[in-house]
């Protein structure tokens, strides 16, 4: 089947405006996962939805970033007024989270520039 | 605090050379260790997933092995094709938390 998808593939914006990166997970997984991979770093856990509970916003660096799941399904992480530190890949994972362990599947990233 | 180091930060290889990779971990309440591969410009791939310490998975030229406080990925001949980041990440706490990842060891292997 389809696996977890991302757009834009790559977005390009200058210093002080938003900007939306969408997630679109594998159907059926209830767990999503927003990460950031920033240039000769590890990944850098952002933000967890699971289901209908409250997201685990523990990840996120300001209140510059936000997160929001429609449906239980997409996903879309906002990040406002961008400052050249947020240059990075922004990925995406899914799990199904009926599984005591949770594998989780990555989608192709966004890689977001902030001139 | 919960930490996931990789080494070595790069390797590289002659076709048919093999060689291990290893990921040391400091969590409390490890669920699990997974290892992942990641190629230029693309989303981390999904190797194996290791329960407990003594535990062995393999696919093609790879064996990831766990123990109580580290894994190590062995590569057996290695094929140009095995060229790639591999990431090594651990789930600690309750399921499906996220997972802690080391920064990876990029492996380039030259016919």
């Known amino acids: 089947g389809a696996g977890v998808s991302q757009s834009p593939s790559n977005k390009v914006t200058e210093k002080g405006k938003d900007v939306e990166l969408r997630c679109d997970p594998i159907?059926?997984?209830?767990?999503l996962y927003w990460y950031r991979q920033s240039l000769g770093q590890g990944l850098e856990f952002l933000i967890y939805f699971q289901g209908n509970s409250a997201p685990d916003k523990s990840g996120l660096p300001s209140d510059r970033f936000s997160a929001e799941r429609t449906g239980g399904s997409v996903s879309t992480l906002t990040i406002q007024r961008t400052q050249q530190e947020d240059s990075a890949v922004y990925l995406c994972?899914?799990?199904?989270?009926?599984?005591?362990?949770?594998?989780?599947?990555f989608g192709p990233g966004t890689r977001l520039t902030v001139l | 605090e919960d930490q996931v180091t990789q080494s070595p930060e790069a390797l590289r290889l002659q076709e048919g050379e093999s060689s291990s990779l290893n990921c040391s971990y400091t969590?409390?309440?490890?669920?699990?260790l997974f290892w992942y591969r990641q190629d230029p410009g693309k989303g981390p791939e999904f190797l194996f997933t290791l329960y407990s310490a003594g535990e062995e998975k393999e696919k093609e030229r790879l064996k990831a092995t766990l123990t109580k406080k580290e894994s190590f990925l062995h590569i057996t001949a290695p094929k140009p094709e095995d060229s790639a980041t591999y990431l090594c990440?651990?789930?600690?706490?309750?399921?499906?938390?996220?997972?802690?990842f080391g920064k990876g060891t990029t492996l380039s292997v030259s016919s």
């Open positions: 969590v409390s309440g490890l669920r699990g």
């Open positions: 994972a899914s799990s199904f989270s009926g599984r005591a362990l949770n594998e989780q599947f």
């Open positions: 159907s059926g997984h209830t767990a």
């Open positions: 990440a651990v789930q600690a706490g309750q399921a499906g938390t996220a997972l802690i």
